[in-house]
């Protein structure tokens, strides 16, 4: 059982950045494939960023060339570093892990609000 904390949220300006955290409470070595998904109010939940077993990494369009993903296998950590920051990136940002046995890991949530 690996249990997901997420960290790092917050009011930030349009053009800001925040780094997302989630720390595992497990090692995340050899898991299929970690991640970010956001949900924003009224909205379904999203697909941000992926990395993938092979170091591959997916972008939703929105996000490319803004938001970097990243992990440190020796802290067990996963990170989503989000620049240029905008109103409609406001949303919960959840973490999630897919192990390597097919189990479905997710955090409960940091709220990321973008306001003037």
């Known amino acids: 059982q690996v249990q997901l904390v997420e960290s790092g949220g917050g009011l930030v300006q349009p053009g800001g950045s925040l780094r997302l955290s989630c720390a595992a409470s497990?090692?995340?070595?050899?898991?299929?494939?970690m991640g970010w998904y956001r949900r924003a109010p009224g909205k379904e939940r999203e697909l941000v960023a992926r990395?993938?077993?092979?170091?591959?990494?997916y972008y939703v369009d929105s996000v490319k060339g803004r938001f970097t993903i990243s992990r440190e296998n020796a802290k067990n950590s996963l990170y989503l570093q989000m620049n240029s920051l905008k109103p409609e990136d406001t949303a919960v940002y959840y973490c999630h892990i897919q192990s390597n046995f097919g189990q479905d890991y997710w955090g409960q949530g940091t709220q990321v609000t973008v306001s003037s």
């Open positions: 497990g090692s995340i070595f050899g898991a299929n494939y």
């Open positions: 990395m993938f077993k092979v170091g591959s990494t």
